[in-house]
């Protein structure tokens, strides 16, 4: 993906344009997908965990696993739980993808116990 378009997610983000940035992630390819999902884990709006949460059913493992890094670098609590459920009915040959889920639930963690 071109930088040009990376730095216009990251402004889409930051000047709150949700409309636009779900209509990209409904109709664009699974770049664009990804790099929106890459993007988001900057971002603390609830529109970006929401798109992120959507994301991990997306039909492109490679968008699936930036969406659950992503989820891991934001650190919300409450993504713990759409993870270990994912984690839990995760087919065993996805092994990969298992990795990526506990390092997400890892730092999750480490983020919550620096909070308090």
């Known amino acids: 993906m071109s930088d040009k378009k990376r730095k216009r997610i990251a402004r889409l983000i930051k000047w709150n344009r949700w409309a636009k940035l779900s209509k990209m992630l409904q109709k664009g390819d699974a770049e664009t997908r990804i790099a929106i999902a890459a993007e988001f884990a900057g971002s603390?709006?609830?529109?970006?965990?929401?798109?992120?949460?959507?994301?991990?059913?997306?039909?492109?493992?490679?968008?699936?696993?930036?969406?659950?890094?992503?989820?891991?670098?934001?650190?919300?609590?409450?993504?713990?739980?759409?993870?270990?459920?994912?984690?839990?009915?995760?087919?065993?040959?996805?092994?990969?993808?298992?990795?990526?889920?506990?390092?997400?639930?890892?730092?999750i963690n480490k983020a919550i116990s620096q909070e308090g």
């Open 44 to 107: 603390n709006d609830d529109h970006a965990y929401n798109n992120l949460i959507l994301l991990l059913k997306d039909s492109d493992d490679k968008v699936v696993e930036q969406a659950i890094k992503s989820l891991g670098e934001l650190g919300h609590e409450r993504a713990k739980v759409h993870l270990q459920n994912m984690l839990s009915n995760l087919p065993e040959e996805k092994k990969a993808l298992a990795d990526v889920i506990k390092e997400s639930i890892a730092q």
